[in-house]
């Protein structure tokens, strides 16, 4: 298995235009997690799914952003419309659940700079 | 809630010197703990989890409830081992929630 993927890996967009993040999860894994990464805050969870469900969103920061798990292969994190503050690394994660021996892998990233 | 802190945002240490990284948690059950190191410009990786019990790259971390403690140990840092590391609590498959992160930075 490749590991998590994440596209694109870098982002530039302009204040106001919609992005879109995209994650492919490990095969199998049932949990996947959207994280953003800022030197000022480390790393924050956003949202997590359980089978493709949204389980707790409460760490989305506002309504800008969304995130779909349309089916257990693919997940998308979206931001409309984006603002510079936005700029960070986003990681995608997945894990599977298996009592004591669950750990996370995480994505390479994506760097999303708004200018 | 569950909360983990890493009071040191960065570690500055001299290579062959031994390094410890503190992390602690507050969480009502018994969670896993976990480290995690990010090299520059590499992914997060899981260095090693509290079950196992194991000897990553020279690093070891015992999880002691009583203080609520995970800390990450090394005897001899070595320059490679300059990176973010961040602690991390799971409650079984609901979560996990990192700490802040601590910039080890091993110097000459």
């Known amino acids: 298995d490749a590991g998590v993927i994440q596209s694109p890996r870098h982002e530039v967009t302009e204040m106001g235009q919609e992005v879109t993040l995209r994650c492919k999860p490990i095969?199998?894994?049932?949990?996947l997690f959207w994280y953003r990464q800022t030197m000022m805050r480390g790393l924050e969870l956003l949202i997590y799914f359980n089978n493709n469900v949204p389980i707790d969103d409460s760490g989305m920061p506002e309504d800008r952003f969304s995130a779909k798990m349309p089916n257990a292969s693919f997940s998308t994190l979206k931001i409309q419309p984006s603002e510079p503050r936005d700029s960070a690394v986003y990681f995608c994660?997945?894990?599977?659940?298996?009592?004591?021996?669950?750990?996370?892998?995480f994505g390479q990233g994506t760097r999303l700079t708004v200018v | 809630a569950q909360r983990v802190t890493q009071p040191e945002k960065l570690l500055s240490v001299f290579k062959g010197a031994p390094v410890e990284l503190k992390c602690n948690y507050s969480?009502?059950?018994?969670?896993?703990l976990f480290w995690y190191v990010q090299y520059s410009r590499q992914r997060l990786q899981l260095l090693l989890r509290?079950?196992s019990r194991e000897s990553i790259k020279g690093f070891t971390a015992d999880l002691n409830k009583g203080e609520t403690s995970f800390h990450l140990k090394k005897p001899f840092a070595q320059e490679e081992d300059s990176a973010m590391y961040y602690c991390a609590l799971s409650d079984y498959g609901q979560n996990f929630v990192f700490g802040p992160g601590t910039r080890l930075s091993v110097l000459p």
């Open positions: 509290h079950i």
């Open positions: 994660a997945s894990s599977l659940r298996g009592g004591s021996l669950l750990e996370a892998f």
């Open positions: 969480y009502s059950g018994s969670p896993e």
């Open positions: 095969s199998g894994h049932d949990y």
